[in-house]
């Protein structure tokens, strides 16, 4: 009977020591995800290199958009940036030319409103853009149709030493998009605006 008393009593001193420490050892105490904790696991990179069409520096397309991250961010706070979402009006080329008068573009230009999904920012910094089904952002571009190439007519006119090129130009735009903290924050992007005709003159 001594016996099996001092085995209990050893016993329970175990299990009041192996008790205590996981009480004082917070390493092991079971904590249950919060909702932050949902939204910033699996954090999605964004690369502009493996979506862009002709080295642009956006995508339109990408198979890799955090859809889910993206709406439970927007379904927390769904009237904050209502006043950034929207889309640009395409300008008919009539309207910018006048058709009594016998106007020459120097330059082809593409114009078209797009949706970009990535981006890359001010900064050099590629980041997902906000655009889903309800909240969208249009961007209008303006895109060379012959980069790099002469001007339209004005060779024939400018002085045998300069010659002229057709040169795309780009311009900033604030976005909603996803921070690195998977927050929606406003960043600026680039985009291509219009195409100028340059002139240069040749270095003997």
């Known amino acids: 009977m001594l016996r099996i008393g001092v085995l209990s009593v050893i016993y329970l001193i175990i299990v ?3 008790t205590s420490s ?13 909702e ?10 964004a690369n502009v290199k493996d979506c862009a069409e002709n080295n642009q520096t ?9 859809t889910r991250i993206v709406q439970q961010l927007l379904d927390r706070q769904p009237h904050k940036y209502d006043d950034v979402f929207g889309s640009d009006m395409m300008t008919e080329i009539e309207t910018r030319f006048d058709p009594n008068q016998d106007e020459v573009e120097l330059c082809e230009t593409y114009e078209d409103v797009i949706f970009p999904i ?10 997902f853009i906000i655009n889903t089904p309800e909240k969208k952002q249009g961007v209008r571009i303006s895109m060379c149709g012959n ?3 002469e001007c339209n007519i004005l060779n024939k006119i400018v002085a045998n030493d300069y010659v002229t090129t057709c040169k795309q130009q780009f311009v900033y735009r604030e976005l909603v998009a ?5 927050q929606i924050i406003k960043d600026k992007f680039e985009f291509p605006a219009c ?3 340059a002139l240069y003159k040749i270095k003997n």
Do not use: H, W
């Open 16 to 18: 009041r020591e192996l």
């Open 22 to 34: 996981r009480i004082t050892n917070t390493d092991d105490i079971i904590r249950f995800p919060s």
């Open 36 to 45: 932050q904790d949902c939204v910033t696991t699996n954090r999605i990179i």
């Open 58 to 66: 956006y995508c339109t397309k990408t198979d890799n958009y955090p």
């Open 118 to 127: 990535i981006g890359t920012n001010s900064m050099g910094v590629d980041r």
């Open 147 to 149: 980069a790099g190439i």
């Open 178 to 182: 996803l921070g690195d903290n998977n």
């Open 195 to 197: 195409c100028s005709c």
